[in-house]
């Protein structure tokens, strides 16, 4: 009797769309083959604090959205707001300051989810709009020391005040923040605000899951904060667990799994001898060597990798914060941020349609951030 072959799992099916987390899987076992390492340094490179505060940043805010708070935000917001251009520029103001207190990942997670609501219920353009608050928290934290990973980092070591670090970055982010703005004016239509007949019905609302979300991510902000984010993320999980399963479930694990192999394969290329002794060459004392190094770093393993292969080699702190911080702009990798935004929006094309619109955004940026910078400086 002929057998009928099974459908394959759904984890397989998945699997085979997920070609990031393929090609940076790839990319960190072919590595571990050929250039084996302790597993201290494979350790040091997941960082897994990272991960863990990614994790309970994704748990809080798909309990948000499972209470129904984001979608009567929507719709106030939508009844509020009758131009498509000014909705834009609302929600890119907002992810960029959101960006500067909460870093650039959580600004992400409150924003991206709030826009695919609105899109659903108007003619809102759902992937011109993901793009837009993802250059816009690039830009946005580029401000702030706490506004992204890079920026603590730097941020610490500078041994600058709060005040001294944000006004040291002023003129950087204020150009990113003027093209940002400048791109949302002009690639959004100047329309009205149409409703989706069937679409505009406010949800149901769990007030008991939306409180308790909130506080849960504002708890998350702050262990991430104080370093923290394992045991926050650990105990977050686990009242999920015990409270909320259907929330848990619907977890975006893949992503988690895409991230661990990015940091695997990012950390141990950054550290192969043959691209050191390349450094080694190069005279980061030079702005202009640093900030093109920096640039390129970023677009090659992401601005944080970036700069942690750089600050042992640059006597100029707020250079290379500059650098990574442009460097977040043109490639997808160049910023986690980017991917972080392209997964939450799930569009077709996207990847492609971001790099259309990123790539120039860099070109166009980087020479008008240097020039700025260095004329103020």
């Known amino acids: ?37 302790p597993l201290t340094a494979y350790r040091h490179w997941l960082q897994l604090p990272t991960l863990a505060g990614l994790a309970g940043l ?42 500067m207190v909460l870093t650039n990942d959580v600004s992400l997670f409150l924003i991206v989810p709030l826009t695919l609501v609105i899109s ?30 890079q920026n603590l980092l730097l941020w610490q070591h500078s041994k600058l005040s709060f005040l001294g670090f944000a006004v040291a970055m002023l003129p950087a982010a204020a150009v990113m ?11 959004l239509p100047q329309a009205r605000v149409q409703l989706t007949p069937g679409k505009i019905a406010p949800p149901p609302i ?8 909130t506080a849960a991510l504002l ?32 977890i975006d694990g893949w992503l988690l799994l895409t991230f661990a192999a990015i940091f695997l394969g990012l950390g141990h290329l950054a550290n192969l ?10 005279d980061f004392s030079q702005p202009l060597t640093l900030y093109v190094s920096g640039i390129v770093a970023s677009q090659l393993i992401s601005n944080v990798p970036a700069t942690v292969l750089l600050l042992d080699r640059t006597p100029d702190v707020i250079a290379l914060a500059v650098a990574v911080n442009v460097g977040g702009f043109g490639m997808a990798i160049g910023s986690l941020a980017n991917l ?30 240097y020039l700025t910078w260095r004329w103020l400086a």
Request: net charge positive; glycine share 6%; hydrophobic share 55%.
């Open 219 to 250: 708890l998350m902000v702050l262990a991430l904060e104080y370093g923290q984010a394992i045991a926050g993320a650990s105990l977050l999980l686990a009242s999920y667990a015990l409270l909320a399963r259907p929330t848990l479930r619907r």
């Open 58 to 99: 994704l748990t809080a805010i798909q309990g948000v959205r499972d209470s129904g708070l984001v979608q009567r935000a929507a719709i106030a917001l939508v009844a509020r707001t009758h131009c498509l251009r000014s909705l834009g520029l609302l929600l890119v103001a907002w992810t960029a300051l959101l960006s």
């Open 177 to 187: 923040l003027s093209l940002v703005a400048t791109l949302t004016a002009l690639w």
């Open 120 to 149: 659903d219920m108007t003619n809102l353009p759902v992937l011109r709009m993901v793009i837009l608050e993802a250059l816009a928290v690039n830009a946005g934290s580029t401000l702030s020391p706490v506004g992204n990973p």
């Open 1 to 37: 009797m002929k057998r009928v072959p099974r459908d394959r799992p759904d984890w397989r099916l998945r699997l085979g769309n997920e070609w990031l987390l393929l090609l940076f899987g790839a990319l960190a076992i072919g590595l571990a083959l050929a250039d084996p390492r």
């Open 340 to 369: 972080i935004a392209l997964r939450l929006a799930r569009q077709p094309s996207s990847l492609k349609q971001l790099h259309l619109v990123s790539i120039p955004f860099l070109l166009l940026c980087a020479p008008l951030v």
């Open 206 to 213: 769990s007030r008991r899951l939306g409180s308790w979300s």
């Open 273 to 282: 001898p043959l691209v050191r002794h390349g450094l080694d060459q190069l």
